[in-house]
C-alpha cells in the first residue's frame, strides 16, 4: 500500500467478547498453512469471542487448498462471493459461482480450487458441532440466486433466504436479510443466539449495543450473545448481507 495520504484512522470498533465491527480497511492477510496462492484474512476468531472461525479469502488463478479443511468434530461452509471455484468434498466436486454455497458436515474434508483465470473471492466458516443423538447434518449445496425471498416478519420491504435446512441435524444455519429502502428490524433484538455478518451489497446503520453505526458493504460484525442489535436500511439500493446463527440446541449447563 506504500505510504498513507492522512492521518491513521478506522471504522473499527472492538468489544472483546461482546460484539466487533471490523470493516476491509486494516485487514491483513494471514499465512493459512493448506492454502495456496490465496489472500486470506481470519475476520472472527475465539480469539475474539466467537464460538466459530471466518475468513474471507482471495484464491488467485490456480490457488485453492493445499491440503482440505478437516479436523475431527468440526464442519465447514463456503460462500462464494465473487468468481468461479471447484469446491470438493469427500472427493465429489462441485463447480460454484457467485451466490454458490457448499455445507460440509463435521470431520468431512472440504478443499477448493480456482481453475479460473481470474481470481475468486470467498466467505469461509468452521465451527465445532454440537452432535444431538438420533440427528446428523448432511452435504448441502446451491446457490442464493436460486432460493426464493420470503417476506420477513410479514414486511414486504424485509426479505429473507434461508440456506440450509432448518431440521435438527444442523446446530447453525445461514441466512440472508435484504433491506429495501425504509425497510428495518421490526424490533430491537437481544438473544442468546450470536451473529457473524457480512454484508454484501449497500449500506445501514445498525445499532451495535448502545450505538448506531453506519456500516456499508464488504464490513463485517460479530455479535455475542445478549447485544442489542437491530438496523435500518439506507441508500438508494437494497441493502443485504448474509448471517450465521446458531440454532436447534439447548443451553449447557
Not at 14 to 23: K, M, V
Not at 34 to 58: H, K
Request: hydrophobic share 35%.
Amino acid at each position: 500500500m506504500g505510504y498513507p495520504n492522512d492521518l491513521l484512522s478506522t471504522r473499527a470498533l472492538i468489544q472483546h467478547g461482546r460484539y466487533a465491527l471490523i470493516p476491509p480497511e486494516g485487514r491483513v492477510n494471514n499465512v493459512i498453512p493448506n492454502l495456496q496462492d490465496c489472500r486470506t484474512s481470519i475476520i472472527a476468531s475465539p480469539e475474539l469471542g466467537p464460538r466459530f472461525a471466518m475468513y474471507t479469502v482471495e484464491i488467485l488463478p490456480n490457488g485453492g487448498t493445499n491440503k482440505p479443511f478437516q479436523e475431527e468434530g468440526i464442519e465447514t461452509f463456503v460462500y462464494v462471493m465473487a468468481g468461479e471455484v471447484t469446491v470438493t468434498v469427500e472427493n465429489k466436486a462441485y463447480t460454484l459461482t457467485a451466490g454458490g454455497f457448499v455445507f460440509a458436515p463435521a470431520s468431512l474434508g472440504l478443499g477448493f480450487k480456482n481453475k479460473a483465470q481470474e481470481s475468486c473471492r470467498l466467505l469461509l466458516y468452521k465451527q465445532r458441532y454440537r452432535p444431538l443423538t438420533g440427528y446428523e447434518a448432511r452435504i448441502v449445496v446451491g446457490n442464493l440466486n436460486e432460493i426464493p425471498e420470503e417476506d420477513y416478519d410479514d414486511m414486504e420491504n424485509v426479505k429473507i433466504k434461508n440456506v440450509l435446512p432448518t431440521d435438527l441435524g444442523f446446530d447453525v444455519n445461514f441466512h440472508t436479510l435484504s433491506f429495501y429502502p425504509g425497510g428495518c428490524h421490526p424490533f430491537i433484538e437481544t438473544h442468546v443466539q450470536e451473529h457473524g455478518l457480512y454484508l454484501l451489497e449497500g449500506e445501514g446503520v445498525y445499532l451495535i449495543d448502545d450505538r448506531w453505526i453506519p456500516v456499508k458493504t464488504e464490513d463485517f460484525i460479530w455479535f455475542g450473545p445478549y447485544v442489542p442489535q437491530a438496523c435500518y436500511g439506507v441508500g438508494r439500493t437494497r441493502f443485504t448481507y448474509i448471517y450465521t446463527k446458531d440454532c436447534n440446541r439447548d443451553i449447557e449447563l
